[in-house]
């Protein structure tokens, strides 16, 4: 899909062309400028993912809050200064933060999973939005460029809740809590679990710790 | 900005990640002490694992208590074990690779994240700096790139980074301030400073390592050091201590 490019680093820009497969969602107040004729619509309920997803995000605290972006003309969007990743999803999984959304076409859908029951004292980790089907999203990273690693059958990998920004693929996802990687984190702060990656994809993490 | 996906073989055995100043990986082939809460992400490799382990309770006390000679810090930090690609990143500072061949070198603890055994630790006289002598490699972070200059010189305490080769520097205070100091001494009223009157002056032959930022943490081990030499007080100038503290409180509170 054409139309997504990266003005800078921090700010990514969309042509709209009028079509409906132009027409993207986009985290609420992102906008920083745009021409042409282009309209702002709360994307309602559950970030237009109906009132089922409203009602999960409620319980879970993946909190989502989009805009519906639609019609004629160019878009620029940033939030915070952060690095913005952009990623084509044919199919795929991606699994991220909800506030580490940005932008997604209007055609992918989300939803919130639950990945785990271990005690998350940040909540990182704990849901996660997932989004699926064939487009673009656009992450934004407030800790610096974005890392992108990738995990195959014979590299595993095991990351900082607190770095970690999302993923792409079939991966298992697991909880370490072994006592080496307590040693790991100061006594006064972080995470007392890492996330370990298995399988096929690729994970994406920031340089600073939230 | 690049997003193409690193993985182990991509990824470099002892630098930046590409376009990434705040990143840095290191394939571990021996021991590396690393201070805790720095490590983002790290690869196993060859289905076995990274050990991390507090120096405390480590499985090679005598290497550890050989290459680690500060009490004060050692449960900030851990020995890393193992085959793999440890990536670190610090509070979004820029991370670079220093090496020392046979030499000194004197760092802010804080900005200290790893080295390797072939470096040893000491704690510098100068409080909240650390000291490793040798030859090896370490990283550290700094706010901004890193500027080096040469003695003479005098630098805010708040940019320093490190130092090499050079003495230990003396504190310096602008003549213009001790003026005033002494002046407001007589009368005791105490003028508000500016923050730029005490400065580290640095001489003899060497390299200075400032970072082009002033901002600064608050440094845990500096309050650490304090506790320990309060024990040694009597209880005069413990209340008097207590009274200067809440003094302080007060004003920050204002």
Redesign the interface.
């Known amino acids: 899909m054409a139309g997504w490019r990266?003005e800078s680093?921090r700010v990514l820009v969309v042509d709209l062309d009028g079509s409906k497969g132009s027409a993207v969602r986009a985290a609420t107040g992102s906008m920083v400028a745009y021409e042409g004729d282009v309209t702002f619509k709360n994307a309602g309920v559950g970030g237009g993912g109906g009132f089922r997803a409203a009602l999960k995000q409620r319980v879970t605290g993946e909190s989502l809050s989009l805009m519906e972006v639609t019609g004629r003309g160019t878009v620029h969007f940033a939030v915070g200064a952060g690095?913005v990743?952009?990623?084509d999803l044919a199919g795929d999984v991606l699994k991220a933060e909800s506030e580490g959304l940005l932008a997604l076409s209007d055609s992918l859908r989300t939803d919130v999973t639950f990945t785990g029951l271990q005690g998350a004292s940040s909540g990182q980790g704990l849901f996660t939005t997932t989004v699926t089907g064939h487009g673009q999203v656009a992450l934004i990273s407030l800790?610096?460029?974005?890392?992108?690693?990738?995990v195959?059958p014979a590299?595993?990998?095991?990351?900082?809740p607190d770095?970690y920004i999302g993923s792409v693929g079939r991966l298992q996802q697991s909880f370490v809590t072994d006592v080496?990687?307590r040693?790991?984190?100061?006594?006064?702060?972080?995470e007392a679990f890492s996330l370990r990656f298995e399988g096929d994809g690729?994970?994406y993490?920031?340089?600073?710790?939230r | 900005?690049?997003?193409?996906?690193?993985?182990?073989q991509t990824l470099p055995d002892h630098d930046n990640?590409p376009?990434?100043a705040?990143?840095y990986c290191v394939r571990l082939t021996g021991p590396l002490f690393?201070q805790?809460?720095r490590?983002?992400?790290?690869?196993?490799?060859g289905g076995g694992?990274i050990?991390?382990?507090?120096l405390t309770a480590t499985s090679m006390t005598s290497m550890v208590a050989s290459h680690f000679s500060s009490p004060l810090y050692s449960?900030?930090w851990?020995v890393a074990n193992g085959q793999g690609h440890v990536?670190l990143?610090?509070?979004?500072y820029d991370i670079n690779s220093y090496d020392l061949d046979d030499g000194n070198l004197t760092v802010r603890a804080a900005n200290l994240l790893a080295f390797d055994a072939g470096l040893e630790l000491k704690e510098s006289i100068i409080p909240g700096f650390l000291t490793l002598l040798g030859t090896g490699k370490f990283l550290a972070s700094s706010s901004g790139p890193v500027i080096f200059v040469e003695p003479p010189v005098r630098v805010d305490p708040e940019a320093l980074v490190g130092w090499a080769d050079c003495p230990a520097p003396a504190q310096h205070f602008d003549a213009g301030w001790m003026g005033h100091f002494l002046g407001a001494a007589r009368s005791a009223v105490l003028g508000a400073r500016s923050g730029e009157e005490r400065q580290y002056d640095f001489t003899g032959a060497g390299t200075v390592l400032l970072q082009s930022s002033e901002r600064m943490l608050e440094d845990?081990h500096v309050v650490r050091r304090l506790e320990g030499e309060v024990r040694s007080l009597g209880v005069d100038q413990l209340t008097h201590l207590q009274g200067v503290i809440s003094a302080q409180i007060q004003q920050h509170r204002q």
Do not use: C, K
């Open positions: 990266l680093p690095y990743l952009v990623l800790g610096g460029p974005p890392i992108a690693l990738r195959s590299t595993p990998l095991v990351v900082d770095s080496s990687w040693n790991l984190i100061g006594e006064s702060s972080g690729v994970v993490i920031q340089p600073e710790e | 900005m690049s997003t193409q996906p690193l993985d182990p990640l376009d990434n705040y990143a690393m805790t809460g490590m983002i992400a790290y690869y196993p490799s694992t050990r991390f382990e507090p449960r900030d851990v990536i990143g610090d509070r979004g845990p």
